[in-house]
């Protein structure tokens, strides 16, 4: 507020009649500004509230599918076969003899010695064929490195480098696929002839071809369990069900055992997680819509039906069996119990051993069934993250509600600022006539003491 002159003539206190009556006036504004305030405080616990309920979805999306069928695997001939499960691949517990005869190869083929400045002249063509599926290059005055890259650029399904033994350079090509339908075949003609794959015709003595197969492509050939399989590759993911074989050596006369059994520790982390996501969930939402009776004070949230419906939605699916189930249709059938205070435990930790022991698909079928348990949170969780869901709509309106007490606010200062304008000029013309009435009445005593002193009263 600016200095002002007002009031200092007459004594009259104008900044301070001011600043009282406006102090009144900006009362309807304090009240919009406090509500203002509280919806903001709404809105941010709402926030907290959707960022817990994300978290427990997460560990309720963690049980969901085959994650509760975790297996573990060992292998008794780990560097030469290793092997591991996929949780949704369906695989089950139970143990393999594997014995590898031969692993996959891809082809290989290796030119004969050529000078390293050597040059190709004239046009020459390399139909490469793999499987069937011919690639054809053709170059005109090539060199090797140009030939080399050439067929690179081609996607013939092979790759071309350049080995030196020391004297000369070679033209190396591999099959970039292994297995015995992934043979490579190269037709040379013209200038780039010497790198023709096939047999010449007979001669005598017999020649041999340009290209040398220093390796033949081959499947992976192994027995399992004492049945014949034969492989593309040496990553074998479709011999046993649900289960990735790594071929790294033959082991010949000396089978590994492959064994997958049921993984409790997993299973027990993961149930133990969502346990601790709900209790994190329900402390986030007790918090956020407490009741204080000693002070009579309740949370930002407290009496709000949206944030109390999250909690009661949630529990009303936790506490529902899962229909159709056979042996565990419940929480408490693994030992998992809802406490005094509202949270969960899992207070019989022996029970879900058993269950696991015993039941390790009902374990699963539990959560994961069309009414299980994860399949319900999954959707009711879901729903309340929605555009339609109890976060999108509270929010929504609480935006709202701050905006238009937003435009509320900046109309009433407007207002405010008029009203202080008017009550300043009001005061200050008082102010002015008050000095004005002064001078007056000073003139009028002296005009008095005059007329007094000459008719000599």
């Known amino acids: 507020m600016g200095i002002s002159a007002a009031g200092m003539l007459s004594g009259l206190d104008v900044n301070g009649l001011v600043t009282s009556l406006m102090e009144v006036e900006k009362q309807p504004l304090a009240n919009l500004q406090a509500k203002q305030a509280s919806f903001n405080s709404k809105l941010s616990a709402f926030g907290t509230l959707k960022s817990a309920v994300s978290t427990f979805q997460a560990a309720v999306k963690a049980l969901s599918g085959d994650a509760l069928r975790a297996l573990t695997t060992t292998s008794t001939k780990a560097d030469a076969i290793g092997v591991s499960a996929t949780k949704d691949g369906g695989a089950a517990a139970g143990s393999y003899s594997i014995e590898v005869s031969k692993l996959a190869q891809s082809d290989k083929l290796v030119s004969s010695g050529i000078a390293t400045d050597a040059k190709f002249l004239g046009p020459g063509s390399m139909e490469i064929t793999i499987g069937g599926k011919p690639t054809t290059v053709n170059l005109t005055d090539a060199t090797l490195a140009s030939v080399s890259s050439a067929i690179n650029k081609a996607n013939a399904g092979v790759t071309a480098t350049i080995l030196n033994d020391g004297t000369q350079d070679r033209l190396v090509i591999t099959g970039n696929q292994s297995g015995s339908a992934n043979g490579v075949t190269i037709a040379a003609t013209g200038s780039l002839a010497r790198f023709d794959s096939t047999p010449p015709p007979v001669t005598v003595p017999p020649t041999e071809p340009n290209m040398a197969r220093t390796q033949t492509a081959q499947n992976a050939e192994m027995t399992i369990d004492g049945i014949a399989v034969s492989k593309p590759s040496n990553t074998v993911i479709d011999a046993i ?177 008029q009203t202080e304008k008017r009550y300043r000029t009001q005061f200050t013309s008082l102010d002015s006539m008050m000095v004005n009435m002064q001078s007056m009445s000073s003139y009028m005593t002296q005009q008095l003491a005059a007329l007094a002193a000459n008719s000599g009263y």
């Open 241 to 417: 069900k649900g289960v990735t074989l790594n071929l790294a050596q033959t082991n010949i006369g000396s089978p590994a055992t492959i064994t997958l059994a049921k993984d409790a520790a997993t299973v027990t982390k993961s149930v133990t997680a969502f346990v601790d996501a709900y209790n994190a969930l329900a402390t986030a939402v007790n918090k956020q819509t407490a009741y204080n009776a000693a002070t009579k004070t309740g949370a930002v949230l407290n009496g709000d039906a949206g944030a109390r419906s999250i909690l009661g939605s949630i529990r009303s699916e936790l506490g529902k069996a899962v229909s159709g189930a056979t042996g565990l249709s419940s929480l408490s059938d693994i030992g998992i119990a809802f406490q005094r205070d509202g949270t969960l435990k899992l207070e019989k930790p022996a029970k879900l051993e058993t269950a696991i022991a015993t039941n390790f698909e009902g374990v699963s079928n539990l959560f994961n069934s069309a009414s299980g348990v994860a399949t319900r949170l999954a959707k009711v969780t879901e729903d309340m993250l929605g555009s339609k869901g109890v976060f999108k709509s509270r929010t929504d309106g609480l935006n709202a509600s701050i905006k238009g007490l937003e435009k509320s606010s900046d109309r009433m200062e407007l207002q405010l600022a």
